[in-house]
């Protein structure tokens, strides 16, 4: 009996703990609906004004990004510099922007709704997948 009631603090005191906490998830539901994105990487942390991109039509290869980005929301990460962004577009046009820092003490995705920004953890398949796109990714005075 003496462990019935023991058990039933604890099944109780997980369930307050669990639901008490302040965790969002799912944020860029809408990213699922892109068919399409412009990966841009900055070539100065921070400053967008020169980029180099990349354009991807394939999306599914972006799976794991899309996974990242509506994941766990984290503590806010200002010392994190933006590497980039990448566009995610429909046919009507612009969804989103997800801001990247890919280093390794800062892999986070950002993402501004409403006026506040967003931290999500980056995977290491994310980070892989953004350096092999930083290869293929040009100047946009370069020519088709």
């Known amino acids: ?49 020169f980029f180099r991109y990349v354009k991807e039509y394939d999306v599914q290869k972006m799976r794991q990004v899309i996974s990242d980005a509506n994941g766990k929301v984290i503590a806010q990460r200002p ?15 612009a969804i989103d922007v997800l801001y990247f820092s890919n280093k390794d003490e800062c892999m986070t995705f950002s993402f501004i709704i409403t006026g506040e920004k967003y931290f999500v953890k980056m995977s290491a398949g994310s980070s892989e997948l953004l350096n092999k796109f930083k290869l293929l990714a040009r100047d946009p005075s370069e020519t088709n």
Do not use: H, W
């Open 1 to 49: 009996m003496k462990y019935y009631f023991i058990l039933s603090l604890l099944s109780l005191y997980s369930i307050s703990v669990g639901c008490n906490e302040k965790t969002s998830r799912n944020l860029m539901p809408n990213l699922a609906g892109a068919d399409s994105v412009a990966i841009m990487y900055y070539n100065t942390p921070n400053d967008p004004r």
């Open 79 to 93: 010392d994190c510099a933006t590497q980039g962004k990448i566009y995610f577009y429909e046919e009507k046009g």
